[in-house]
């Protein structure tokens, strides 16, 4: 009997694809960047719920020694917390007092190309290994139990501009992990690699080389400096086994005249077998963007009844501020409308394809449109509650003016073409909402001040956790949105809430300026 | 453990081994820091430096950035309590920003003719300036401090401002009225505010925090209580003040 427990805690210490699959029935844990496989970003916990959330306080918290913007989602595996710090480490915390018991630290080199800071959202994990992409793209495997590293594989060659900041999806026996460097002219990717070895099992260019199908979407050899980076964890959905991955802006950003066309695949939902790395469809959101606005949101898979009939659907509030509803099985376009401010479109049609309105792209003098270069969502995670049936946005109200300018590129240095600012006099303002998934439709909205900077957690405590720029992260009634609870944390919040159980407690973790919250009801 | 002391000390010393002169002032890294700067910079400090949100760079002399090292230090580390970000950039990149900066202060200067002593008789007597700007040891707290204000602001908005005041008010400058729900009335400069809650400044000097639900109607007025100057004092006068203004850089 002891014999057989011992064996079941060692297989209890392995994370498999099993358990990834499996991820709800075992609320206790976070085992995904996402939450779940679906990109749900919902807690099956309610020991915090509506009638106590007012009573939650930090049981600990943890200080990163980093002035860099603090992005990451925690991984929880039966007590212990993996988290990532600026500009590509790893710590391991005891998830019970935030006391730390192992950390992995990477020297960077002095070269390494950001746009936007040195930030890192994220481990995955997979059997005994955690997995953390860094600045000078590389992909680590590190011993859970001890943060040895037990391969390192060199992605790419940083100095060309690109890096990794995304967490990983770990999948099957592999690891899937995007690129970013979208601002540098980079041609961009999606990789999958052997979960034990670190050996590359395949790589999906997002754009299209000579004699590909999508590279006449390029003019001249302007497909080399395409972009299209992959740099926000996408979902992976068992059935259809695609894996499905949002990709960035066409580089460069704001002069769209060095590369006429589509510029396939930029600003698209990507499904990818996830065996072989070959593309099964694709859905472009704003073709031949000249706004930066990527398309690196968080996919969510829900199964749901659609116009009747019962669909598999991928639910995506996009940087454009459309929210768009797709087949996940066929990529078909079944619903878009706007969720935010826009100026740029007077609509999509029958296909989901933009009908541009005139005058809307940037110019010497500057062009004023909505939304914001940062967009109705960014990178912010959205949630969706099974049990309300509502899906939770992080909304962002804001334009810019947009400024064209010379795009001269050279290897390694920014190629933006542009620039922007903003609209003097005209307030920025976010807002959490509550939305039919199905028809996009607001159900309930609570109003900020200011843009938010990260994206929001629901529970089945009927909770919503968000956090604002100034600093605080609160608790809304998720049926209502209703205000129930909140606590200034000091800085810029700029990290997606998750949660997990500690023993008996429930916990609710968010970074908020340089430090990790982790928050219990006493 | 050691090893790990090690690689600490050695990214201190990166971080502090930062040259005293900008080692990238080709002409290729001026428009290479112009394209950085119409994307990362100009949000704010406007296309040609002229400011914003942020402060106008096309002044001869950077407070906070005299020397080369120390405007290196302000893109890479942002300006603490300022809207002021840490940069993005890589140490080259940085670089060129800077010297892309450096020719936004030699963007000629309208010349001042004033009389700055005459100047200060007027801002400290007839136009009655000091009731409401702090300049060094002196002065009212209802408009933004002036004491450095001509290391920040060219002559030409200066004698803007002083004939129509309206037309830029800073952001941050917002008068608010309040009600409470208990029925008290507060009026003032607004300091700070976020999605929960608001900070003001009174008439009297006395700071409130009020919790957005303990209000009832909130006003605020992005108007500013300066009049302006055009006709209350003749132009020779107003060429004397701007020229005070424009002396006042902030030191002794």
Redesign the interface.
């Known amino acids: 009997m002891r014999l057989l427990l011992l064996c079941a805690l060692t297989l209890g210490a392995q994370v498999t694809h099993e358990r990834l699959l499996k991820a709800e029935s075992e609320p206790h844990n976070w085992l995904t960047y996402s939450g779940n496989f679906a990109g749900h970003r919902y807690s099956p916990l309610h020991q915090i719920n509506t009638s106590n959330v007012a009573k939650l306080k930090p049981a600990w918290v943890y200080q990163t020694n980093s002035l860099q913007k603090f992005e990451t989602t925690p991984i929880v595996v039966d007590g212990v917390m993996y988290i990532t710090e600026s500009p590509s480490h790893v710590t391991a915390l005891d998830t019970k007092t935030g006391r730390t018991l192992w950390r992995y630290r990477r020297p960077m080199p002095d070269d390494i190309k950001v746009c936007c800071g040195q930030v890192n959202r994220g481990v995955a994990i997979l059997g005994d290994l955690v997995y953390v992409g860094t600045l000078d793209s590389h992909l680590i495997a590190l011993d859970a139990k001890t943060g040895a590293v037990r391969w390192d594989t060199n992605v790419i060659d940083y100095r060309a501009g690109y890096s990794i900041t995304v967490a990983p999806l770990a999948l099957k026996d592999k690891i899937v992990v995007g690129i970013a460097g979208g601002e540098y002219g980079i041609r961009g990717f999606l990789d999958a690699y052997d979960a034990k070895t670190g050996k590359r099992a395949w790589r999906f260019y997002t754009v299209p080389g000579p004699g590909e199908k999508g590279n006449e979407t390029w003019a001249n050899d302007s497909w080399k400096r395409g972009a299209a980076a992959t740099w926000v964890t996408g979902a992976y959905d068992p059935d259809t086994n695609l894996v499905y991955w949002g990709t960035g802006n066409p580089g460069p950003d704001w002069n769209g005249d060095v590369r006429k066309g589509d510029n396939l695949y930029s600003d698209c939902m990507l499904a990818i077998d996830a065996d072989t790395g070959k593309l099964k469809w694709y859905f472009q959101f704003t073709p031949h963007d000249v706004h930066d606005w990527d398309a690196t949101e968080v996919p969510v898979l829900i199964d749901a009844e659609f116009r009747g009939a019962k669909r598999k659907l991928l639910l995506f509030p996009n940087r454009n501020a459309f929210y768009y509803v797709l087949d996940r099985v066929t990529g078909q376009f079944l619903l878009g409308k706007p969720y935010a401010k826009q100026t740029w479109a007077k609509g999509l049609d029958d296909n989901g394809r933009p009908m541009r309105n005139e005058n809307t792209a940037p110019t010497v003098q500057g062009t004023v449109v909505f939304p914001s270069v940062g967009g109705a969502n960014n990178w912010y995670s959205p949630s969706y509650s099974p049990q309300n049936q509502l899906l939770y946005i992080a909304v962002r109200e804001a334009g810019h003016i947009y400024y064209f300018g010379e795009a001269e590129f050279k290897e390694g240095e920014q190629y933006n073409g542009g620039g922007f600012r903003s609209i003097p006099g005209e307030p920025e303002w976010g807002a959490i909402r509550a939305y039919n998934p199905t028809t996009g439709e607001a159900k309930w909205e609570f109003k900020m001040s200011s843009l938010p900077f990260s994206g929001v957690l629901s529970t089945a405590g009927n909770l919503v956790f968000g956090t604002t720029g100034e600093g605080q992260v609160f608790a809304l009634q998720g049926d209502t949105g209703r205000l129930l609870w909140r606590f200034q944390g000091g800085g810029t919040a700029r990290g997606n809430a998750m949660s997990y159980m500690s023993g008996d407690k429930q916990h609710v973790a968010v970074t908020i300026g340089n430090s990790l919250y982790s928050f219990v009801v006493e | 453990m050691i090893w790990?002391a090690a690689?600490a000390l050695?990214?201190q010393t990166?971080a502090l081994d930062i040259p005293s002169k900008n080692p990238n002032t080709s002409e290729a890294d001026v428009a290479?820091g112009k394209?950085?700067?119409?994307?990362?910079c100009?949000?704010?400090h406007?296309?040609a430096g002229e400011g914003?949100?942020g402060a106008n760079l096309a002044v001869p002399r950077l407070t906070r950035a005299q020397e080369d090292r120390a405007l290196y230090r302000v893109i890479r580390?942002g300006v603490p309590d300022t809207e002021m970000p840490?940069s993005?950039?890589?140490?080259?990149?940085i670089w060129q920003v800077a010297a892309f900066v450096r020719t936004l202060g030699r963007v000629q200067s309208v010349a001042v003719t004033g009389d700055a002593a005459n100047g200060a008789s007027l801002f400290k007597g007839k136009g009655g300036c000091i009731g409401c700007h702090t300049v060094g040891l002196e002065g009212g707290r209802s408009g933004p401090a002036l004491s450095g204000v001509g290391a920040r602001r060219g002559a030409q908005h200066l004698r803007a401002k002083l004939l129509d005041p309206s037309a830029s008010v800073p952001e941050n400058f917002r008068m608010v009225h309040i009600t409470t729900r208990d029925g008290k009335t507060i009026r003032g400069q607004q300091l700070n505010?976020?999605?929960?809650s608001i900070q003001l400044r009174d008439g009297a000097d006395r700071f409130h925090s009020l919790w957005r639900e303990d209000i009832a109607a909130i006003t605020s007025e992005?108007k500013t209580p300066m009049p302006s100057y055009k006709g209350r004092l003749s132009d020779s006068e107003i060429d004397d003040v701007v020229a005070y203004m424009a002396s006042l850089r902030g030191d002794q």
């Open positions: 790990w690689i050695f990214q990166i290479a394209k950085l700067f119409n994307g990362r100009a949000g704010c406007g296309p914003g949100k580390y840490a993005l950039m890589d140490a080259h990149e505010e976020d999605t929960f992005r």
